[in-house]
């Protein structure tokens, strides 16, 4: 049974009761319906916006994260009042002042092997806008283990992805991505960037994908990918198949409940700071600090030089992590050194590469350029 | 000669470019044409026995080459090659 719409409902939703593909009947399917977003952050925030304003009955919020500043030049539902507070509360009261007629429900945690099947088993159809492999295989695995639609987006720098992962009607994540790429040569938005009007391009065509689903209108991108460039402006489409071969929705499918996630991707399911190289590899920034004052140490700087501008340590050389391999010549495996980047997750990397090619006197900083700029000069800023 | 387009993550190890010119008969072929203009893309795109890597998805036009005949598909002028990262922003 579809719900009726009140008589404020009515006046709330007349320009789609306009429209003949939606009408009073998609209207009402929409009250009936529910979506559960993943991640309320760049994609999230315009997703869940506009699936609100849409009418979706209720809305799902899985994230276990802070407001921070520096979300902000993207995260557009989220505000300079809200830094501090939890994400999911800060979505749920900028939903419920656009539409106090939704329901909202909230899950301030990680979305892991041991709760999705729970949280997302009374939702229609499940939005993917989380910002690391792990949660994005656990999500597709999830939405076919329960058969629904998966929209999927996702985002780097000036480049976008958009399709609807849907086994019972397509191909899944997995049929067009296997495996995910070794740690480290795909770079995070949190290490590489990403303008922040893309994932407003790209998180309005998953909502407008999530529309179509549920209202059964058009033709979602089922089987098809569509990629997006905001330098060149290109929309480019291509054609996805199911892989016969795929282990969580082919016929041979070997992949039967969910996985260790973290362990498959080889990487934390989250696009946090503070990259480790290990205890024993690592270097805190205090250390560092007391070291420079008597210990004559070489410090190698592995990020790009744009980065340079923002914030620096004297003395230290530059090598970007992606020439360090064509430039070891440049360093001397007897030297003391210490490699840092801007969180140190490049520079376990670049630590390892090192370490590989026989330099055994490496530390990496952990925490990073940021660690430094907030513990030791406090001059330097923090980006 | 066919037109490789190269993916934002992928176009440090290009020059920057956002578009390659490839010479070639099939996919190998070019592969190895865009390899020789570009050394450093090369680990992002094989593995150590000179493999591509599962996560590297090469389309011609619409189709995946994973549907046709892998890295002997043949090409031909005016193909527009479309390699398709794994990206995880959100």
């Not at chain 1, 009418?55 to 802070?66: A, E, N, S, T």
């Not at chain 1, 902000?72 to 501090?84: A, C, K, N, Y």
């Not at chain 1, 098809?224 to 905001?230: E, G, S, V």
Request: aromatic share 6%; hydrophobic share 35%.
């Amino acid at each position: 049974m579809m719900p009726e719409l009140s008589r404020d409902e009515i006046l709330r939703y007349s320009r789609h009761l306009l429209i003949p593909e939606v009408g009073l009947d998609g209207q009402r399917k929409l009250k009936g319906s529910s979506a559960l977003i993943i991640g309320t952050g760049g994609l999230g925030s315009p997703v869940s916006l506009y699936l609100a304003a849409a009418g979706i009955g209720r809305i799902g919020l899985v994230d276990y994260d802070v407001v921070d500043s520096s979300n902000l030049q993207r995260q557009v539902i989220h505000g300079t009042s809200t830094i501090g507070k939890l994400k999911v509360e800060s979505a749920r009261a900028k939903l419920l002042d656009l539409n106090p007629d939704i329901q909202v429900d909230v899950y301030n945690e990680p979305y892991t092997s041991e709760n999705a099947l729970r949280i997302a088993k009374d939702y229609d159809i499940i939005l993917d806008g989380t910002d690391n492999f792990p949660t994005r295989y656990l999500t597709n695995d999830v939405a076919v283990f329960l058969g629904k639609p998966n929209v999927y987006a996702s985002i780097y720098r000036f480049d976008g992805q958009v399709s609807v992962f849907y086994a019972k009607e397509g191909p899944c994540y997995r049929c067009l991505f296997p495996e995910p790429p070794p740690p480290g040569l795909v770079p995070s938005c949190a290490e590489g960037g990403v303008l922040g009007v893309l994932p407003g391009t790209i998180g309005t065509l998953q909502a407008t994908e999530a529309l179509k689903v549920l209202l059964g209108i058009g033709e979602p991108l089922i089987g098809k990918l569509l990629l997006y460039n905001a330098l060149d402006m290109t929309f480019d489409f291509v054609k996805l198949k199911k892989n016969p071969k795929c282990r969580v929705c082919g016929p041979n499918a070997d992949i039967k409940e969910l996985i260790d996630y973290e362990e498959f991707c080889g990487v934390p399911s989250h696009d946090h700071e503070e990259g480790s190289a290990g205890a024993n590899w690592d270097i805190t920034v205090q250390e560092l600090a007391e070291r420079v004052k008597t210990n004559h140490l070489k410090l190698l700087d592995v990020r790009e030089p744009h980065e340079l501008q923002i914030s620096a340590i004297p003395n230290a050389k530059n090598i970007p992590l992606g020439q360090l391999a064509a430039r070891l010549s440049e360093l001397d495996s007897a030297d003391e050194m210490v490699i840092f980047c801007k969180s140190g997750s490049r520079s376990a990397r670049g630590l390892e590469l090192l370490a590989s090619a026989g330099f055994k006197k490496v530390k990496n900083l952990k925490g990073g350029i940021n660690a430094w700029a907030r513990e030791v000069d406090k001059n330097l800023p923090i980006y | 000669m066919p037109v490789l387009r190269i993916p934002t993550p992928l176009r440090s190890y290009t020059s920057g470019q956002s578009e390659v010119q490839v010479g070639g008969s099939n996919i190998s072929e070019a592969l190895a044409d865009l390899t020789t203009q570009y050394p450093p893309i090369k680990p992002h795109l094989f593995n150590d026995s000179g493999e591509l890597r599962p996560f590297v998805n090469l389309f011609i036009g619409e189709n995946n080459i994973k549907d046709l005949q892998g890295v002997h598909t043949p090409i031909k002028d005016g193909d527009r090659l479309v390699l398709i990262p794994s990206i995880a922003g959100g």
